[in-house]
């Protein structure tokens, strides 16, 4: 690691070694070596400003000797130094209509943590866990993949892995994590379904609204509406799933019973008070913001304005609003604003940035063009070259990150094939959901809680194998034999 923390007469101290300077050097140093580097006859300054960014930004992502949200701002520190690009194309990546979307969201999902609720569905649901591994890791598994189709992954962990800890250290597994089988295979459950089950609704996280917000306006210039994405995501995240499950079933492990697990769930939900009014009013702030999201179509004529960022944005301003049945308000901004995950907003937004860079420069179809060149048709090779390249950019970087960088280049190729471009980013989208093999989104929270690293990456690459046939296969065959998979 390039910091690392050291204890100095009682306090913690930040310290930085050598690998820091390196890690924090070799960015700009790609930056520069593709500016100069790259053949201006082909290049323009502007289309090698954007690769050099994108190449600063995914090596920070990778190595991170700052964090993530420093790095996602790089967009606008390398346009306002070199002039490359005008900088309020940048600037308005921060301020678009889904990082207003992610905000209202996740000032809900916090009100779910403010009240309680988290705890309390996600218990509820495990008291039908029994002792055997298989039903463990099943249950761990389709709960976490179910709960991320309409929540963030990261947030789905950071609710489930607490919870799987704490049964695990009830059963006497808690000082062992990183070395246990049992605790292994459950943590891997959890990070698996959070990270496949994203792609299952757009409010399953933040690549999903990348994609759909390049949709808008690079091939539809019209709105998109969600219940599309779900109608045509569900069946694959369906077949893709059990896939996975076939696989996390097939891991081998000494211990094949949890004696007393079933009885900790239930023993803890009794001890739960009965749901409370803040409970209730998390429970439908969410359910309302859900509902009107999927269900715009039915009232689009006569509010064309209110569309999901916004009403999320309305229902997270209630929760400052509305009592909590003790004399307060359900949410206080005090309470709120250090929970925010305000990281995510900004790589968010920086992935959008490099993505309108790589467009608006034309580096987006400079790398189509090279692509054509291989004769690409738009058969199951071109697909499994898209999936390729959204399992190794999600599994370097992040899911928003690969949808951001990959989905205007889909476009751009498929769009330069004569091709419909709304299945390819279907698929496009679906490899990008499938980072599971370093600690990073979902997989930190695991690792943080004892998950080995060295287990992930060893398991994960069997899954990320399974993941490229499976996906390809899948979208030759909807792309093939379902007219509605190319309909937005």
Not at 249 to 267: A, C, T, V, W, Y
Not at 337 to 343: A, E, H, I, Q, T
Not at 387 to 402: E, I, K, M, Q
């Amino acid at each position: 690691m390039a910091t690392g923390i050291k204890n100095i007469e009682g306090r913690s101290v930040v310290y930085i070694n050598t690998k820091f300077y390196i890690y924090l050097l070799l960015g700009p140093l790609f930056f520069i070596g593709i500016l100069y580097g790259l053949p201006q006859d082909s290049f323009s300054f502007a289309a090698r400003g954007s690769i050099g960014t994108m190449a600063w930004m995914t090596t920070w992502w990778i190595l991170r000797p700052v964090n993530i949200a420093i790095s996602a701002m790089l967009p606008i520190v390398t346009t306002s130094l070199l002039g490359f690009m005008p900088v309020t194309s940048v600037l308005e990546n921060y301020a678009s209509p889904i990082v207003i979307l992610l905000l209202g969201a996740n000032i809900i999902t916090v009100s779910w943590s403010a009240s309680g609720l988290d705890k309390r569905l996600s218990l509820r649901a495990l008291c039908l866990i029994g002792p055997s591994m298989r039903h463990q890791i099943i249950t761990w598994f389709v709960i976490s993949t179910v709960m991320t189709i309409v929540l963030p992954n990261v947030v789905v962990a950071a609710v489930l892995v607490p919870i799987a800890i704490a049964m695990l250290t009830y059963l006497g597994m808690g000082d062992d994590i990183g070395r246990s089988g049992v605790s292994t295979v459950i943590l891997l459950a959890i990070i698996y379904g959070a990270s496949l089950g994203g792609f299952g609704s757009p409010l399953g996280g933040a690549m999903n609204l990348v994609s759909i917000q390049h949709l808008e306006e690079m091939v539809l210039h019209r709105e998109y509406m969600y219940i599309n994405w779900t109608i045509c995501m569900l069946p694959m995240l369906v077949v893709v799933s059990a896939g996975v499950l076939f696989l996390l079933l097939r891991i081998k492990i000494k211990q094949k019973e949890l004696p007393g697990s079933r009885k900790f769930f239930q023993d803890e939900y009794k001890k739960l008070p009965k749901m409370s009014t803040a409970e209730k009013w998390s429970l439908t702030l969410f359910l309302a913001a859900s509902l009107l999201s999927f269900l715009r179509p039915l009232y689009a004529h006569a509010f064309p304005s209110l569309k999901p960022p916004y009403i999320f944005l309305i229902c997270g301003m209630l929760s400052f609003i509305v009592p909590d049945g003790k004399g307060n308000r359900l949410m206080t901004w005090e309470y709120t604003s250090p929970r925010l995950v305000w990281g995510l907003f900004y790589l968010f937004a920086g992935g959008m940035a490099i993505g309108k860079m790589l467009t608006e420069s034309g580096a987006g179809n400079i790398l189509a063009q090279a692509l054509t060149s291989y004769e690409l048709s738009g058969g199951i090779l071109l697909i499994a070259v898209f999936v390729f390249l959204g399992l190794l950019l999600c599994n370097v970087s992040s899911a928003t990150a690969a949808c951001a960088i990959l989905v205007p280049i889909v476009i751009n190729l498929a769009q330069t094939l004569n091709l419909n471009p709304v299945p390819y980013v279907y698929i496009a989208s679906v490899a990008s959901n499938c980072a599971i093999l370093l600690p990073t989104s979902v997989g930190a929270v695991a690792v943080g809680y004892g998950l080995d690293p060295r287990e992930m990456l060893k398991k994960g690459i069997v899954v990320v194998l399974f993941s490229f046939f499976m996906v390809s296969a899948l979208g030759w065959l909807f792309l093939k034999f379902w007219p509605g998979f190319s309909v937005a």
